[in-house]
């Protein structure tokens, strides 16, 4: 029997923690949210659904030059597209 990978469950804590202290989530914050997901090699559904839900959260104003170049990354490589930018 197979363990079921509980990362999405971190990834989501630590969205909150980010979001939680200051209100909105930088390019390094979103980077160690990221290796989380990418830590056992293997990005699952659970970990692309939470990605996803936080980067629809990302407000326009907050993406600045490293957030910008991190969500292209990000939609080129797992496909989850980039909010729109103001």
Do not use: H
């Not at 990005?43 to 490293?66: C, Y």
């Amino acid at each position: 029997m197979s363990k079921e990978n509980r990362d999405f469950l971190e990834m989501a804590f630590q969205s909150v923690q980010c979001f939680g202290n200051d209100g909105r989530l930088d390019a390094t914050e979103l980077a160690k949210i990221i290796a989380i997901a990418e830590r056992d090699g293997v990005t699952d559904p659970n970990e692309l659904r939470v990605l996803g839900n936080i980067i629809a959260r990302i407000r326009p104003d907050e993406i600045d030059a490293a957030m910008k170049a991190q969500l292209a990354g990000i939609a080129s490589k797992y496909g989850i597209k980039m909010p729109e930018t103001a």
